[in-house]
């Protein structure tokens, strides 16, 4: 696996990442907490592994950890439906925008590795 090449990555982006992270898990408590525990547990395991991840690339910048932002971000935003909690609009209203910013940046720092010349397991 090849690192990113370090001097062309915005380490914004990783710091960005870890903030939604911290506001996914708190999500709960700033807007309506979802009604099952499997839906607020996911909710935990999700903003955790945002946080987690966007520390990761900054120590270990890896390509697969965008591919997993990218792919929690699009779960996070698909949750409600899943979970069966898209009723409660304020809860399901903040978790589609965190979940589509974590896969925009996510999806913006995969364009901006598309160098071929960089390819990275």
Same mark, same amino acid.
């Given at each position: 696996m090849a690192n990113v090449n370090l001097a062309e990555h915005r380490?914004?982006?990783?710091?960005a990442s870890m903030g939604l992270g911290l506001l996914i898990v708190i999500s709960p408590?700033? *807007? =309506?907490?979802?009604? *099952? =525990?499997?839906a607020l547990l996911n909710t935990?395991?999700?903003?955790l592994l945002v946080l987690?991840?966007?520390a990761l690339e900054l120590a270990f910048l890896r390509r697969w950890e965008e591919w997993v932002e990218l792919a929690l971000g699009v779960w996070l935003v698909i949750s409600p439906w899943l979970f069966?909690?898209?009723?409660?609009?304020?809860i399901t209203s903040a978790h589609v925008v965190l979940g589509a910013l974590v896969a925009a940046i996510a999806a913006l720092?995969?364009?901006?590795d598309r160098n071929p010349t960089q390819r990275m397991a």
């Open positions: 380490q914004w982006e990783d710091w408590w700033l *807007t =309506e907490r979802p009604p *099952t =525990e499997a935990m395991i999700v903003g987690c991840i966007g069966g909690y898209s009723q409660l609009a304020l720092e995969l364009w901006q």
